[in-house]
């Protein structure tokens, strides 16, 4: 899991990626400088949990994928089945690209997830 | 090892040096330069080896022992642009720290600390270009469209902070030579010439532009389908191809609308455009239109507009811009901009982004009136 997270935050414009549970614990993180696991997972668990729930409430369905964007950052939400895929990105990156690059690597995320939950 | 037998072991090195310059053997010209890496002096024990390896051309041991040097210089190096990083940061240092671990092959840490020194430093124009190189490589490896769209940007935007530099040019046109780009590699290359005659590796690969474009010229069909069939997916993968000029902003290209009159209109002229089944226009006093009489929407839009802006803050990203929520029946956008607010329900087959780019338009309109 570890290395996958790893492998994100090689694409460039990617500045970090963390997979944690839905109560905000961090299964593997890996960070730029200045971001702590921690308090990302805790605000991203938050605002994810939030918006999931906004997303039921407004009639859409299980949700499929949450894009904040802000001046100096874009964060992208993937759920990957019990977990959720947290990527930090530079503001800019084409989205649609960002998109693409992370495809693969929340795929094997996803593989290894199931490969590790309980029977 | 202290001063003193430090020194006595230098001058022994030294009288054993002399001693094999008059009768030399392989193996102790090994010894002597492991002695001098053993004492840190990676200069002299490369001077010893390159003489050894002059006269002993075939020698596996010198060979190896030459590796060694090779990487404990490497080694020392690094220690020392580390020591220089940690002392005072700046974006030089940031540099020799890459370098030192790409001569060690270390390519992963190399391009780390040439992705940190852009986020640290900002713009800057050699850091763009070996970062535009790696990305180049890696294409090179996997063939990847998202590879070269990458290595494209950046070697880009490398040339934009140094329109003269030679080497992002050249990574640029290399790049797009091998993508079957050969006009707009013929251009760069071209261009660099241009700047530096004496261009080898230019020159060469005009050569090869040159060759190319005599066997297109000859009716090798073979080769236009394949730039065919590379072109063909790199649309697929991004809608363009990167030397194609970016199409023009869907907001840019509609006419401009008249000036903002009144809010319900505007969110009903939003519906309309963006396809979307509730919009709620709030402005920066807090008065809101179109769903408004929906009080669970009105929460919903403030509260989520609310968690961006504590997230924002709390990661420091700065100010809040949008938030798009996708699901499996449709999608929820929220735009944001100088405390207004857009908020939009789309169905599934609703273009979110279309919408966010419709939401955006209205709420500059919405500020400005």
Redesign the interface.
Known sequence: MREAVRELKERVGVRGALVMSSDGMVVAADLCDGLAPDSVAALASAAAGQARRAARDLGLGRTRRIIFTASFGRLVFVPVDELMLVIVTEPSLDLELTLLEIAGPARRIRELSRLNAPV | MGFLARSRERIRLSRLRRRLASEPRPHAIAELARAYLGLGEAGLAAEVLHSGLSQFPASTELARVQLLAASEEGLHRLRAAKELVQRSPCVQFSLELADAYRSLGRH?QY?QVLR?AL?RYGENGTVLAQ?GEV?LRRFLESTAA?DA??AE??LLRALKVEPEALKPRFLLAELYYRVGGVQHAREQIERLLAAAPAHERAARLRDALDREAAAAAAGIEDFRSLLAEVEERMRL???RLPWEEEPAAQDAAAPERAPFAEPGAEAAALARASGAERVLLIDERGAAWGAARDG??DA?VR??AA??Q???R???????????????????VLEMKRGALAGL?LPARAGA?TAAVAARDSLERLVRG
């Open positions: 992963e391009a940190e986020e970062l990305r998202a769209l990458a940007g950046l993968l991004h809608g669970a929407f919903t509260d989520l968690l961006c504590r997230a924002a709390g990661m420091e990203l700065g100010v809040p811009a949008s938030l798009v929520v996708e699901g499996e029946t449709g999608a929820f329900v982004g």
